[in-house]
């Protein structure tokens, strides 16, 4: 019986007798709701001409589910002729009933109407004395439906959860290199010492594998993950997680949020499963911004060993580095789970220092191997370039020499040996002469600056295309985001002195130095877009600088197109938009940035002027505020609404446009002007310019918009920030000393959840900003929000040690020590835990306020951490009776903390390593005939789990009372009997325990 037929039958029986024919009519009549009319008149139709040949015995007293369906039928064919008559359905009719018959079908089943309705009251009754013997297959269908609906509930929960983590994936990365190298190539280092080490060893290690850039060591991490996935693809106590860092897509891994997602993915993907833990917080948080280290452990503990894979480290921006190792180093020194950390990257001081002592493997000092790897992949290079046309020898057989040329000369760089060769097949096809292609050759430079300047000078010299290098390059540099195809051929249209250039002609102009990577136009390494960086201020890269205001100009132009063509007024579509305008939107978000990267540089004022101009027309301001993408911020919701349906009154306005991009130098213009700093009007509430340049950093703007508008410095928004609170949330130091030279600020304001400024600096740890601000008022420092949280604690809850260390000793934050050590417990915060112990500023052993003790909290969190540390500092008295009152003191908190750790109530984080380890540390310590709340002790508790292990342990203590009995009257060995658990009875019953029931003496006895 399928689940519809089962809840079909359970209406039957909740609706009686009479509800019996309906209920089934209804759920047989729901075949062909979903049909459209033409194919449900063919089915009902063909059903028709069956049910004439049917041979129905009235005298029956059961329903004929035929006839049913056949009045079903009928009744519904009436109507469908009713309704579409003139589609011709009578037509289609004929050939299956003439119209005599169907009309002879009609009157037979009205004429047997009342036949048929008595038949059901007969089937009804007969189904109803039998409804008891269908209980019990109803309840069994019942379960069955149960499980289907909680498979489906779970499946939901599930597709929430991805939707939530929204992880970008590495799989395609690690494809696409798998895919391009080639066999053998880079394989060396497994059998390396030190990698080998890595993999063998059962401790966190981290490997780190440093060379010059474009040496393969991308290459190299991805055959260390293809060994990884070939030795352990079957073991499902071993995961493997991988990133990899690509330059052309730098928002992939952009944030460590985005990181973190990518890694729990990878690992719940091997998993097979969500953890509990990790779907609740899924659940409790809108955005997987939240995620932190702890979520990753609470995946890979599921786990034996983690192998963590991060490639092309030093690529990531500065900041994002920095808190990349702070992440991968945390994880190391995780001891829940083993976590083995490969990290390839340029070497750099910053990363030396963070790593300390680790596996390292130099490609430098590894230039033979690496030389082996350059002569393998040049060899097959030459021989796909000679056999596709794009390299000319007069002499086929002399393709060795430039193979050996081309890896010498390499000093073991795969992009140097790379773009040589593209270079080298230019020069061959050109003069078709083998002596000056080898001369080419052997002139070209060894380091990649070199070639860099090399590459360059020769096509910029280029007659007609070499301006079109240039602000092509100059495009590629400043660009905040890839460019795709179309953008760079729309943004390029705008300078008159270029012809409209399109992808291929830029392509071919800029070869070998930019590429087209899934779409965008990119340089070929991220190497080079560093040498440009480094280069640009110099004298012979002013041609770079010059592009600045022509890309401004072409962000400009185009917005001003479009706000001719989409007046605020005109509702049209985005998307056709974009299609006309390709670079329209990339226009919108960004013209502001690069405006202010050129007016320094804008030395006749035209720019400056011209932006000017445009702010103060209203269509420009509207079409620039309508188009920008939305911008989300981990504490912020969407800042405009949503950009599919604005007018021109839900767009920012200009003095809003200039807070945000920076602009300080036309502040002044546009108040001289009558252009005003007005709040920005949002959903619930309202948000000034001013907040806007706190947000984002622009001290100068804040500057400004402070002293024209000293109103503005406490208002608050829809969520009641003020401008200091989001320069506190972004750790802008300079814009909260700006902000601070007014007199009007308050920095006691409070948000919609009591939360100050300070507050927000605390939780992401810039103690610094802390400092300022208790310095500026004090009363901020011990502020509690409406969850009765002060700054110490939100610092404890981001793992801030730091600030929790200034807190506590400059400005003497005490009152709340005793619960701010119960919620780093909580937070598995173990370096502030290790703090506030060991420098006594706070009892682990004694009464938290709320009744809790905070040693058994670590105990029921699991935190093996923690408790060792708890348990190293317990300090026995010097005199006899105080040794006597906290040893007896001891006996029973570790007593209560052994029956904890027994207990079948331990939260998920809790695994069964830490269970072995606390008990092995508890019980010489314990009381091991300690009786909790129940009655029960540790051994009765294990007796019940059934753990035979943790009852072995427990059976070693001498002192150990086997027959003791909880309030049940129930014995470990009673326990052990009713659970089944045989070897557990035969271990008490070895320890002579008493092998009665003594409830039943109790109530011979005492009697009810």
Known sequence: ??????????????????????????????????????????????????????????????????????????????????????????????????????????????????????????????????????????????????????????????????????APGSHDDHYRLTRDMLPESGSWVINTPQIQDWISDDEPVIAWIHGKPGSGKSVIASNIVNHLLDRHGGDSGIAIAYIYHDFRNPQKFGSISQVISAIISQLCDRLGEIPDQLMEFSEEHRSAVALRVQHIVWVAEKFQIVHLAIDGLDEWHSTSRGELLGLLLQLRNETSVTIKILITSRFENQISLRLGDCKT????????????????????????MLHGGDLYLQDPTRKGEIVSLLTSKSQGIFLWARLALEDLCGASVQTKEDRSTFKCLETLPSGMDEFYERILKRILEQRVLGNLVKQSLGWLCYSKRPLAACELESGLSYDRSLEAPKINQILSACRPLVTEYDGSVQFVHFSFKQYLEDKKEGESFGWLLETLPAITDACLKCLCDVKNRWRPQINAPRSNLFIRFPFSQHAADHWGHYAAEALPHDKSGSLVQDIEDLL??????????????????????????????????????????????????????????????????????????????????????????????????????????????????????????ELARSPRLDAACRDDEGRTAISFAAEFGYTWIVEFLGNLDDSVVDASDDDDLTPLYWAAYGNHLDTVKLLIKQFEVQATLNTLLVHTIESDGVAIARYLIKGRRVNPFAVHESGEIPFLVAVQRGNKDIVEIMDRQWNIGKSSQEFHIRRQMRKEIYGSALLTAIAPDIPPIFNYTHQQWLIQTLLPKADVNYTGSNGRTPLIAASANGSRAVVEMLLKDPNINVNKTDETRKSAWLYARDNNHFSIMEMLENRDCVQVDCREIYLRFFPK
């Open 1 to 166: 019986m399928s689940g519809s037929e089962v809840l079909a039958f359970v209406g039957v029986i909740q609706l009686g007798c009479q509800g019996v024919l309906s209920t089934y009519r209804r759920y047989r009549g729901l075949r062909g709701l979903k049909l459209n009319a033409r194919n449900k008149v063919k089915t009902l139709t063909r059903d028709i001409a069956g049910f004439r040949q049917l041979d129905i015995d009235w005298s029956s007293s059961a329903i004929p589910s035929d006839l049913v369906e056949f009045n079903l039928v009928v009744s519904e064919l009436e109507g469908i002729l009713e309704k579409h008559d003139r589609r011709g359905f009578r037509n289609v009719l004929r050939h299956l009933l003439d119209a005599e018959e169907f009309t002879e079908a009609l009157e037979k089943v009205k004429q047997k109407q009342i036949d048929v309705h008595t038949a059901a009251h007969i089937k009804g009754l007969e189904m109803l004395a039998q409804g008891n013997k269908k209980i019990d297959s109803l309840t069994s269908d019942s379960t069955e439906i149960r499980a289907v609906l909680d498979k489906q509930t779970k499946e939901q929960r599930r597709s929430k959860f991805w939707e939530w983590l929204s």
């Open 616 to 737: 103060l027309t209203e269509d420009f301001v509207a079409a620039s505020g309508r188009l920008m993408s939305p911008i989300y911020s981990v504490n912020d919701h969407w800042p405009f609404p949503s950009v599919n349906d604005l007018d021109i009154h839900g767009a920012p306005d200009a003095m809003h446009l200039v807070a945000y991009f920076g602009l300080h130098t036309l502040i002044p213009k546009l108040i001289s002007k009558g252009i005003e700093s007005t709040p920005y009007p949002e959903p619930d509430g309202m948000r000034t310019p001013l907040a806007w340049a706190a947000r984002y950093g622009h001290r100068q703007c804040v500057r400004e918009l402070a002293r024209n508008y000293p109103d503005h410095i406490n208002c608050k928004d829809r969520q009641g920030l003020t401008p200091l609170s989001w320069a506190a949330i972004n750790g802008h130091e300079d814009v909260i000393r």
């Open 361 to 384: 493997i130099d490609l430098v000092q590894e230039a033979d191997q690496v030389t082996g790897d350059v002569e393998r992949v040049m060899r097959a290079a030459v021989d796909k």
